[in-house]
T-cell receptor, first 114, second 113 residues
Framework: GAVVSQHPSRVICKSGTSVKIECRSL??????MFWYRQFPKQSLMLMAT?????????EQGVEKDKFLINHASLTLSTLTVTSAHPEDSSFYIC??????????FGPGTRLTVL | KQEVTQIPAALSVPEGENLVLNCSFT??????LQWFRQDPGKGLTSLLL?????REQTSGRLNASLDKSSGRSTLYIAASQPGDSATYLC????????????FGSGTRLLVRP
């Protein structure tokens, strides 16, 4: 149990386009989902926390208009990278919270912006 | 503000060695500490979760200890194998950060055959 999926696993896009990444909790309901970003050979940096039915809370330095997060249901959160540029290329990982201190991670999405 | 540090950043050992990875955190007010494994280009696999009231957890060849008062945790890997090669991440759920996980920078482990 406690499986989290992400789609797509890999995406390549042209500069200026928008990309949507989905995060789903497959066998449990997650009132809270987290989005992380990871640069090569670096650790995970939390971008935002999303709660079902409310606006996401963004970490300092993360542009909310650049990284749009929607948490429309208890099993789905989406991250949209708007007007992507090469510096947005990264590995994006989501996690879903089943309890207060229990998170389950998705397999990640590799974004490459040309 | 909670900060998590992992030492060493990289480690290369011959197969069969026992090894210790270190993690330290600045604020002892934590709910738990977790050790994760990450293979290149992949997501995270949770290895061990230690609640703040616990001292250690064991799973197979892995043993993780927690000394909350000193802000330290160690991950002990016994009889290392080439398949253990990966990046190991330590993360804490800090009481002052609304249950967010704070990650260390990781230790990249290579076990040579």
């Amino acid at each position: 149990g406690a499986v989290v999926s992400q789609h797509p696993s890999r995406v390549i896009c042209k500069s200026g386009t928008s990309v949507k990444i989905e995060c789903r909790s497959l066998d449990f309901q997650a009132t809270t989902m987290f989005w992380y970003r990871q640069f090569p050979k670096q650790s995970l940096m939390l971008m935002a926390t999303s709660n079902e039915g409310s606006k996401a809370t963004y970490e300092q330095g993360v542009e909310k208009d650049k990284f749009l997060i929607n948490h429309a249901s208890l099993t789905l959160s989406t991250l949209t990278v708007t007007s992507a540029h090469p510096e947005d290329s990264s590995f994006y990982i989501c996690s879903a919270g089943r309890q207060v201190n229990e998170q389950f991670f998705g397999p990640g999405t590799r974004l490459t912006v040309l | 503000k909670q900060e998590v540090t992992q030492i060493p950043a990289a480690l290369s050992v011959p197969e069969g060695e026992n090894l210790v990875l270190n993690c330290s955190f600045t604020d002892s007010a934590i709910y738990n500490l977790q050790w994760f494994r990450q293979d290149p280009g992949k997501g995270l696999t949770s290895l061990l979760l230690i609640q703040s009231s616990q001292r250690e957890q064991t799973s197979g060849r892995l043993n993780a200890s927690l000394d909350k008062s000193s802000g330290r945790s160690t991950l002990y890997i016994a009889a290392s194998q080439p398949g253990d090669s990966a990046t190991y991440l330590c993360a804490v759920t800090s009481m002052d950060s609304s249950y967010k996980l704070i990650f260390g920078s990781g230790t990249r482990l290579l076990v040579r055959p």
